[in-house]
C-alpha cells in the first residue's frame, strides 16, 4: 500500500471521528436542554396544582359552619 493511501485512510478516520464528536456532541446538547424545559414544565405544573389546592383549602375554610 502506498504511503499516500495510508495517510488518506488516516485522513478518513480522522474526519469520521470528528463528525461522530460533533453529532454526539449536538445530540448531548439537545438531550440536556430538553430535560432543563422538561424540569421547568413539572416546577410550574407543580407551582399551579399547589396554587389550586390551596385555593380549594382556603375556600373550604370559609365554608365550614362550626
Known amino acids: 500500500m502506498s504511503e499516500a493511501k495510508r495517510l488518506s485512510r488516516w485522513r478518513k478516520a480522522a474526519l469520521f471521528l470528528y463528525v461522530l464528536a460533533a453529532l454526539s456532541a ?7 436542554a430538553s430535560m432543563r424545559e422538561n424540569r421547568a414544565t ?22 365550614r359552619h362550626d
Open 42 to 63: 413539572i416546577k410550574a405544573v407543580d407551582t399551579r396544582v399547589a396554587d389550586l389546592l390551596e385555593k380549594e383549602e382556603k375556600a373550604m375554610k370559609g365554608n
Open 26 to 32: 449536538s445530540i448531548s446538547s439537545y438531550a440536556w
